[in-house]
């Protein structure tokens, strides 16, 4: 069974997220029902920005800070509960990519001297 879920954006505008979920089998047609979050969805992204921000700053305290850090995580929108970081049945995958340009790759300590 299909679930909307309306999002309120901070421009005043909506974000409707569908989600697929056990059903009965039998729904009406047409949009079906449409749910309020509870939250916006700058408040809901608050988590994967704070979460991004605290994994970055982790790589950045490496000994030889890279001079690029790429991360990749996927997120669901939930009414309920606001954003969930999307994984495998395990739990939470991150994709990170450090690089180092290669001036810099031999010996970059942590400190900026610029």
Known sequence: MTTRTEFTLASGGTLVV?????????????????????????????TVV??????????????????????????KLDGNVG???????????FDVTLRWSPENAAGRDGDDEE
């Open 83 to 93: 954003v969930i970081l999307a994984g495998g049945s395990a739990g939470v995958r």
């Open 50 to 75: 704070n979460t991004a921000s605290d994994v970055i700053d982790a790589f950045r305290a490496l000994p030889r800070r890279p001079d690029e850090i790429e991360v990749k995580f996927g997120v």
């Open 18 to 46: 569908e989600t697929e979920g056990p059903g009965t089998g039998v729904a009406p047609a047409g949009w079906g029902s449409l749910e309020r979050a509870g939250a916006t969805v700058r408040d809901s992204l608050h």
